[in-house]
Each structure stands twice: as structure tokens, then as C-alpha cells.
């Protein structure tokens, strides 16, 4: 594989060395492009002796034929930058293009992943963390800093990512890309709201992050996606978008989007009870709520799912976790149930992290510690990949039991 190693200018670039180091001894191709502030930190000449290239100068150069500032873009199958300073992010967001490292990020197609380090303050200045949600949104990886010491002395979180861990996750990255290319997937997202008048709902705590993750992995995967959201978060770049607010709208969107679906996710958190008769006009006074069970969309999926079609559920539970989420498995009919303990430090409804255990129908089980909504995305689509290949999924044998939502 030809590996960009982009280094901007912090004191982790002494361990982008190790980074390359082990990138050419797992047999890639790495051509390391150093920034100006970079080189000011590791000489060129220690890239330059341990990658597969020397360093390229910068961006007049010609480069394999053609020229640099394009070329390493357009060949590269992988760009990892490590360090990503705060710098680099910045002027990567905003799409500039004005030294060879920013030209090969806007001139490339490949994954790419950014290992930002920088001192806690700027680490947690909204600016820093603004422009790491848009380079998220537009695909790119983040293996996010840890905590430990600092330049100057300082010590907190900023941090650069272990070497070890970089290479592995950018491996992993890159053999994920384009795994579900030419696969429909649709996913729902987002807490459903069910009306009581025309100025009151029902609702839950679901932001829709998790099922947007979940979309936005798909998407940089190689999917067409189609999201079915309530949430009222800016979706992910690149996925065809359907809004609805009640459960019977999410029931017809879904309905309508599934037939044509190689793989449906149902991370939205759907009402299980509506009121029975909607107010037509606001209520004054107590009212007397009856409520009714809405349909139960990821059931009615199962029973109508075509052949080689992946279905994958989740369970928001608070005790008795995994047991339940077993029991939903198999009385849902799908190929894979994604547990989430909602009542868990950093889990569930509204966080940007998650913790979560994926049972599989074939007796698949993988816990998830706890990490960003992103990560899980992947880890569930890593299964939904397996599943695909193999051929295995579900039959429409689904048990349908209304008991229990
Ligand atoms: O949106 P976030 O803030 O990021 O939070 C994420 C989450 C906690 C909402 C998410 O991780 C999650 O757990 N989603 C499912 C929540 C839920 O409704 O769980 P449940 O155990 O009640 O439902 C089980 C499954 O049946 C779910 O896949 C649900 O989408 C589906 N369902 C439920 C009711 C219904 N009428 N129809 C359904 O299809």
C-alpha cells in the first residue's frame, strides 16, 4: 500500500519516526511529506533514511511524473498525519492548499487519518474541537491524543497517540475503506415524538448521534445510504436524508427505503407507546392519556426481509443487559442486536461516546469498551461486512411479540 505520512510541526513528530519505522516494516510504501515547522523538530534526513522515498522538498517539485502537489495525493491509498497540530487542522478544514501537506490532503481520495497533539488548552478551545467535527463529518479519522506530558514541561491531555496505536488504527482504517461499496444501507436515528395536541409529544432522550455515526461510517465505507432521522443534528456529507418525527412516519420512511436495502439499522429509539387519540387542539387541563402500541418497524422488517438483507437492532437497556438484549434477538428475527447499558457512565442517550456489546443470531458476542459513537459505528459495520460476505444473514422466521418493545 503507498502511505503518505504527513508530519506538521509539534514535538510528537520524534515519534512520527516510529510511526514510519513501523509502516515500511509492515511492508507499505511511505513517502513522508514534512511541513516547514516540522522539519524544524526531526531533520528530513531521518525520514528520508527510513522511508520508502526521500522527503519530497515541497510543492514545485515534480513527483513520479508529474507534479507533487497532486501526484502524492492521487496515488496515496492511505494519508496518516501525525502530529496533526492545531495548525494543521485549522487550515485542513478550511480547505486550504498552500504547502505540499495541505495541497496532498485536498488532492487526495484515499482514508485519512489525523493524530492531533497539542497542549490541553488548545485541545479543548471550541475552534480546535469545531474543526475536528467537520473534518469528521467529511470522513476522516481521528486517533484521538492522551493524556501524559507535554512540551514545556506541562503535562494533561494533547498528548499524541502511541506509534503502535496509530499504525494499527490506520491499517484498520484502510481495510475497511470501500468495504461496503455498491451496498444500499439504511439507517434510523434519533428519539421518535408522538403527539398528544398539537403542542405536546411524547418523546425520549435520543439525540440521534449514534445513528448518525453509524450513517456517516457507512457512507465513508462506500455505501449509499439513506438516514431516516428525527434529530435536528447537521447530518453527515453525502447521505440522502429523510425526516420524520412520529413512529408511524419512521415506519413509512423505513418501509419505503427498506426493500431496496442490503442492510437496515435501527439505532433510532422509536416510542413504544403513543397516545391513542391526538388532541386536534390544544388540551387545557389534565388530560387523561390513553396510549396504543406503535407499530414495531424492526419486527415488520424481519418478516418481510429479503434474501442476504442484514438487519441489525439495538437495545437500550438499564439492568439485566446482555440477558434481555438476547431475548430481543431472537423474538425480533435479525442477525445482530447492538446492547447499549443507557444507565452507564458515558453511555446511550446523548453522549458522544458509547459502550455497547453486539450479539450476533450465529452466537456472535463482542463487547465494545467504552469510545467514540464513531468507533462503535465501525465495529457494528465490521459485522454487518462479515455477514454480507458470508451470505449468512436471517430468515423471515422472525417471533413477533408485541409483550415487550
Ligand atoms: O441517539 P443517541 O443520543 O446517540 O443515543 C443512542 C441510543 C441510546 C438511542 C441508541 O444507542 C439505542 O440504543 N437505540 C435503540 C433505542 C431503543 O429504542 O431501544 P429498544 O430496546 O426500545 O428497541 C429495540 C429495537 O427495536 C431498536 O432497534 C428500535 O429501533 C426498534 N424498535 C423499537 C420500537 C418500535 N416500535 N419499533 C422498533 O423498530
Known amino acids: ?91 485542513y478544514a478550511a480547505g486550504m492548499a498552500d504547502d505540499l501537506l495541505s495541497a496532498t490532503l485536498l488532492a487526495t481520495r484515499a482514508p485519512v487519518v489525523v493524530c492531533p497533539a497539542m497542549h490541553t488548552e488548545m485541545w479543548e478551545h471550541p475552534a480546535v474541537a469545531e474543526n475536528l467535527a467537520t473534518l469528521c463529518r467529511r470522513g476522516v479519522h481521528v486517533v484521538p491524543p492522551g493524556s501524559g506530558r507535554l512540551a514545556g514541561g506541562d503535562e494533561g491531555v494533547g498528548r499524541m497517540a502511541e506509534p503502535a496505536t496509530i499504525v494499527a488504527a490506520a491499517l484498520a482504517l484502510s481495510a475497511r475503506h470501500g468495504d461496503l461499496g455498491g451496498t444500499q444501507v439504511v439507517v434510523s436515528a434519533g428519539g421518535t415524538r408522538e403527539a398528544i395536541d398539537p403542542v405536546r409529544v411524547i418523546t425520549n432522550r435520543s439525540s440521534g448521534k449514534q445513528g448518525h455515526a453509524i450513517a456517516e461510517a457507512a457512507a465513508a465505507r462506500g455505501a449509499r445510504v439513506t438516514l431516516v432521522t428525527s434529530s435536528a443534528l447537521e447530518p453527515p456529507a453525502g447521505v440522502e436524508v429523510v425526516h420524520v418525527e412520529s413512529a408511524a412516519d419512521m415506519h413509512a420512511a423505513i418501509a419505503a427505503a427498506a426493500p431496496s436495502a442490503d442492510v437496515v439499522v435501527m439505532a433510532a429509539a422509536v416510542a413504544d407507546w403513543r397516545p391513542k387519540a391526538p388532541a386536534a387542539q390544544k388540551t387545557h387541563g389534565l388530560p387523561e392519556l390513553v396510549l396504543e402500541p406503535t407499530p414495531d418497524i424492526l419486527a415488520d422488517l424481519a418478516s418481510a426481509r429479503r434474501p442476504g438483507q442484514v438487519l441489525v437492532g439495538f437495545a437500550a437497556e438499564t439492568e439485566d443487559v446482555v440477558a434481555r438484549a438476547r431475548r430481543k434477538l431472537e423474538r425480533k428475527g435479525v442477525d445482530l442486536v447492538v446492547v447499549n447499558d443507557v444507565s452507564a457512565p458515558g453511555a446511550g442517550f446523548d453522549h458522544d461516546t458509547n459502550e455497547v456489546t453486539i450479539l450476533g443470531a450465529d452466537g456472535y458476542v463482542a463487547a465494545v469498551p467504552l469510545t467514540s459513537k464513531r468507533q462503535v459505528a465501525d465495529a457494528i459495520l465490521d459485522q454487518v461486512v462479515a455477514r454480507l460476505r458470508r451470505g449468512t444473514t436471517g430468515s423471515n422466521d422472525s417471533k413477533r411479540d408485541t409483550k415487550e418493545g
Do not use: N
Not at 510511526?19 to 513522508?32: F, I, N, P, S
Not at 516540522?38 to 515541497?58: D, I
Open 1 to 91: 500500500m503507498r502511505i503518505v505520512l504527513g508530519v506538521s510541526g509539534g514535538i510528537a513528530a520524534y515519534k512520527a519516526v516510529e510511526v514510519c519505522r513501523r509502516l515500511v516494516d509492515a511492508g507499505h510504501e511511505v513517502t513522508a511529506v514534512l511541513t516547514d515547522a516540522a522539519r524544524r523538530f526531526v531533520g528530513e534526513a531521518t525520514f528520508s533514511a527510513l522511508a520508502t522515498h526521500p522527503v519530497p522538498e515541497g510543492l514545485w517539485q515534480r513527483w513520479e511524473g508529474g507534479i507533487a502537489h497532486t501526484r502524492l495525493g492521487q496515488r496515496a491509498d492511505l494519508v496518516v498525519v501525525a502530529p496533526a497540530t492545531a495548525d494543521l487542522l485549522a487550515r
